[in-house]
T-cell receptor, first 118, second 112 residues
Framework: GAVVSQHPSWVICKSGTSVKIECRSL??????MFWYRQFPKQSLMLMAT?????????EQGVEKDKFLINHASLTLSTLTVTSAHPEDSSFYIC??????????????FGPGTRLTVL | GENVEQHPSTLSVQEGDSAVIKCTYS??????FPWYKQELGKRPQLIID?????GEKKDQRIAVTLNKTAKHFSLHITETQPEDSAVYFC???????????FGRGTSLIVHP
């Protein structure tokens, strides 16, 4: 199946700093990638849809200036948490859809990035 | 938009028993219903999915049923094993959209 990687797997930073998370589709191209946030024992909350070559589409309530998304190529999307604060601490997961054919709507998830802001 | 409700939030069973997790959805335009298994600290992984032109699908110990009229679908796990312990998420995608709406998750605990 399609493989999605994320880097870093975990990061600890000081309040006020910015953190960049990378999401890569390793064996397929993805014009669209998705960024989710997951709090402990809760569901996946869609933050934004990352579109290659154009602006990301943010879900209601998600600050686009806080969570910067760049989808510079067909295999890479980045999420930058700017001026991070402790309340931004969470598990961030990206996903992508393999558009080559039979997998239809199936989402392939990255392994996630655990962000802790001190 | 789509709204997916999932029950129960926690399910505890003995090894060998069956487990059933139920989801309802609100938008009749939804036509794709995947189920994901997420172990602690790991990524969600697709375990089975069903499309709206099918009423039931089975893969070894796992089966999913779909009732389009009632707008609900269920995951059935038979002969549960301790390694089945995880959080299970249902989801629904509206036709033409590739963005699933997830249920809140069910924490399944299988006691040996």
């Amino acid at each position: 199946g399609a493989v999605v990687s994320q880097h870093p797997s975990w990061v600890i930073c000081k309040s006020g700093t910015s953190v960049k998370i990378e999401c890569r589709s390793l064996d397929f191209q993805a014009t669209t990638m998705f960024w989710y946030r997951q709090f402990p024992k809760q569901s996946l909350m869609l933050m934004a849809t990352s579109n290659e070559g154009s602006k990301a589409t943010y879900e209601q309530g998600v600050e686009k200036d806080k969570f910067l998304i760049n989808h510079a190529s067909l295999t890479l999307s980045t999420l930058t948490v700017t001026s991070a604060h402790p309340e931004d601490s969470s598990f961030y997961i990206c996903s992508a859809r393999d558009e080559r054919g039979n997998s239809y709507n199936e989402q392939f998830f990255g392994p996630g990035t655990r962000l802790t802001v001190l | 938009g789509e709204n997916v409700e999932q029950h129960p939030s926690t399910l505890s069973v003995q090894e060998g028993d069956s487990a059933v997790i139920k989801c309802t959805y609100s938008d009749s335009a939804s036509n794709y219903f995947p189920w994901y298994k997420q172990e602690l600290g790991k990524r969600p992984q697709l375990i089975i999915d069903i499309r709206s032109n099918v009423g039931e699908k089975k893969d070894q110990r796992i089966a999913v049923t779909l009732n389009k009229t009632a707008k609900h679908f269920s995951l059935h796990i038979t002969e549960t094993q301790p390694e089945d312990s995880a959080v299970y998420f249902c989801a629904a995608s509206i036709r033409g959209s590739y963005i699933p709406t997830f249920g809140r998750g069910t924490s399944l605990i299988v006691h040996p």
